[in-house]
């Protein structure tokens, strides 16, 4: 999505409970990754695995996602608590294709030369010393307003339902089918009745066919438990005749 398009989409690309359409920008790719094996040690590779999202390849920045900007400090600082200082240089963590220079020296587990006898400091005299290059690595991102407290602007489709509609219809008769009988298993046995109604009428907003094919699921399975004999399949929508 060029920046340009961002401020006027039809809802806030940047809300991380949106997905793009497809059919509006059609995914990218970008490389390709492959799990060839399982970890031979599970602590080792897993438990000690640490993802932080800020870091980053030249070309690729971050975005204005609230909640990815506030994962750029704290993924690293809980990495920092849970495995150590020095847990960029496990092998799990560690990039292989090159050495990391930078100023980290001492901590806990440190298990190669510590940087060696250098200064832990930049600017410095020694030549050999990484330093700051205060080249940029991603394009910077366009601000506009006032900073502080503001009523969240409106989009066109900045709803709770639509995306959930849109999911619904790209599926398979067969998938609606299972997701209607999943969900219904669960609503069915929930003892308030107002509270049933109410969760029925969140999905009707998503699509009058999903709210009624779940109304009539939840009405089998309540029918179910309460022993009675049940006849009407929960994956039909429901109908005024098959539910008298």
């Known amino acids: 999505m060029p920046v340009a398009e961002a401020q006027h989409y039809r809802f806030n690309p940047f809300d991380l409970t949106k997905v793009w359409s497809h059919k509006d920008y059609p995914p990218v790719d970008i490389g390709t990754l492959t799990l060839d094996r399982n970890p031979d040690n599970y602590f080792a590779e897993v438990e000690q695995a640490a993802f932080n999202p800020a870091n980053f390849v030249p070309g690729i920045g971050p975005s204005p996602d609230k909640m990815l900007q506030g994962r750029l400090f704290s993924y690293g600082d809980t990495q920092r608590y849970r495995l150590g200082i020095n847990h960029t240089q496990l092998p799990v963590n560690c990039p292989h294709a090159t ?43 366009e601000i506009h307003g006032w900073s502080g407290s503001h009523a969240w602007e409106k989009h066109a489709e900045d709803s709770d339902f639509v995306q959930a509609g849109d999911l619904y219809r790209l599926m398979d008769e067969a998938a609606k089918e299972r997701l209607v009988n999943t969900i219904a298993g669960g609503l069915g046995a929930v003892k308030r009745q107002d509270i049933v109604d109410r969760a029925i009428g969140y999905f009707r907003q998503a699509d009058s066919d999903y709210g009624a094919r779940l109304e009539n699921a939840v009405k089998a399975v309540q029918a179910k438990l309460r022993g009675e004999d049940v006849t009407i399949q929960v994956g039909e929508p429901a109908h005024a005749e098959s539910l008298s």
């Open 99 to 141: 050495k990391a220079a930078n100023y980290g020296r001492d901590g806990a587990m440190r298990f190669d030369r510590n940087g060696g006898r250098g200064p832990n400091y930049e600017p410095n005299s020694f030549g050999d010393a990484p330093r700051q290059s205060n080249e940029p690595v991603y394009a910077p991102l």
